[in-house]
């Protein structure tokens, strides 16, 4: 076990915080990070022109992080576990368990299928006729409009934007307590007791003011 404690957040997209490890599995980021070439693929092909910060390091919680079991104080993921399959996701907390400290935090936020779900039923039952778009829509759910062209296929195939698993919070809970965690609650916003979280966590990932969501949030610990 390490001496001094890491923080880990997977998943990172283009939002890395000091102080954290910041890992993401897109193959975007692996393209990004060949020499002289990387760059340009990128930035024609799939991000039109936007770039991982530096600080952000390829790595794949279903895979496993290249770090140490019992090396984090605290874990992550903003917005990563709905854009993995069932298995892959329990494979997921299983390691994100494995890193963490006797006593270690994990939080994590994920769109609230639950409310989505409500808003559909109460929508459809008052006839509208886009209730359903509404729900694929916020849900990430489904494929509008098929690629037009090699590029539109790139960015789809490397993006990752669409959604495979959704939950709510009971779900969630569920999972996590399959997967060794204990004293999983609801959480908000800059509420934990750890006060690295504010460094990484961002109010507008809670909420999803498109829709007026708020969404599923939850922390959860390793038994000490």
Not at 33 to 40: A, F, K, M, Q, S
Not at 145 to 169: T, V
Not at 173 to 185: H, I, M, P, S, V
Request: aromatic share 10%; with cysteine.
């Amino acid at each position: 076990m390490s001496d001094t404690p890491s923080y880990v957040q997977y998943g990172c997209g283009f939002s890395v915080a000091d102080g954290w490890l910041n890992f993401d599995s897109s193959p975007t980021l692996r393209i990004e990070r060949l020499p002289v070439i990387g760059p340009t693929i990128s930035t024609l092909v799939v991000r039109n022109g936007k770039q991982f910060p530096k600080e952000a390091v390829y790595g794949n919680i279903v895979k496993g992080l290249p770090l140490p079991d019992g090396s984090a104080a605290a874990c992550y993921a903003s917005h990563v576990l709905e854009h993995l399959s069932l298995q892959d996701m329990r494979v997921a907390l299983l390691n994100t368990a494995k890193l963490l400290q006797p006593g270690g935090i994990f939080r994590m936020i994920v769109p609230d299928l639950r409310e989505r779900a409500r808003r559909y039923v109460e929508a459809a039952s008052e006839g509208d006729a886009l209730a359903s778009h509404k729900f694929l829509e916020s849900s990430y759910l489904g494929l509008a409009k098929r690629p037009a062209n090699i590029f539109q296929y790139a960015r789809l195939a490397l993006g990752g934007s669409q959604h495979l698993w959704m939950w709510d919070e009971h779900s969630l809970k569920q999972e996590l307590a399959n997967a060794g965690f204990t004293a999983t609650r609801g959480c908000e916003y800059g509420d934990s007791e750890d006060p690295m979280f504010l460094k990484v966590e961002e109010k507008t990932r809670f909420y999803d003011d498109a829709y007026g969501i708020k969404e599923c949030a939850l922390e959860a610990r390793i038994p000490a």
